[in-house]
């Protein structure tokens, strides 16, 4: 056997004399014994690779706890990585979700209210109808109103305001909650 390997031989039989202690170490830094069981195995790569940069009078303990730093460093960055995508991927869900939520009740919302203003509607006098009809669907102005009705235009006005009343009164009480 070579110096070379004695060496080698040496700071691995060591290092695994350690393992425990690196394990805690560690674990004590994750808060998880399968993922500081992945960063000691790492480090353990690392140190039968780098074995020759140990230098011997130090501390291996000391050498090795740094390796195993190091490895959990990295698996602190994985896990907040993979965390943070399924983080996001989650948030996106919740989003969506309350979207189509707000979407669909929107949606109800909006034909309850169509059906009860089509109703309150149809609860006019039919004079009122023709007046509301007038204004609302076919944009026409008070005097031509007042034309196509035979009705003047003070009684147009009178008529247009308290067909609205009645129809925001009539609607609100509809959609009032019981």
């Known amino acids: ?34 993922a500081a069981e992945d960063a000691v195995q790492e480090a353990f790569l690392i140190v039968v690779k780098k074995h020759e940069s ?21 698996a602190k960055d994985r896990y907040h990585r993979d965390r943070s ?14 979207e189509e939520f707000q979407q669909s009740r929107s949606q109800a919302e909006s034909d309850q209210r169509r059906d009860a203003l089509v109703n309150c509607v149809e609860m006019l006098p039919e004079r009122a ?12 102005g008070y005097p ?7 009705m003047s235009i003070e009684a147009v006005r009178k008529s ?12 609100e009480s509809k959609l009032r909650p019981a």
Do not use: P
């Open 54 to 74: 140990f230098q011997d009078g130090t501390s291996l303990l000391a050498w090795c706890r740094a390796i195993v730093r190091i490895e959990v460093l990295k």
């Open 129 to 140: 109808q023709k007046v509301l009809k007038s204004r609302m669907a076919d944009e026409l």
């Open 85 to 98: 995508l399924i983080e996001r991927v989650l948030d996106d869900s919740v989003d969506a979700a309350f």
């Open 1 to 34: 056997m070579t110096g070379s390997d004695e060496h080698r031989e040496h700071v691995l039989r060591a290092a695994f004399e350690l393992r425990e202690e690196l394990l805690a170490y560690a674990r004590s830094l994750l808060g998880n014994y399968s």
């Open 144 to 150: 031509q109103i007042g034309e196509r009705l035979s």
């Open 160 to 171: 247009l305001f308290r067909a609205k009343k009645q129809v925001r009164e009539c609607v």
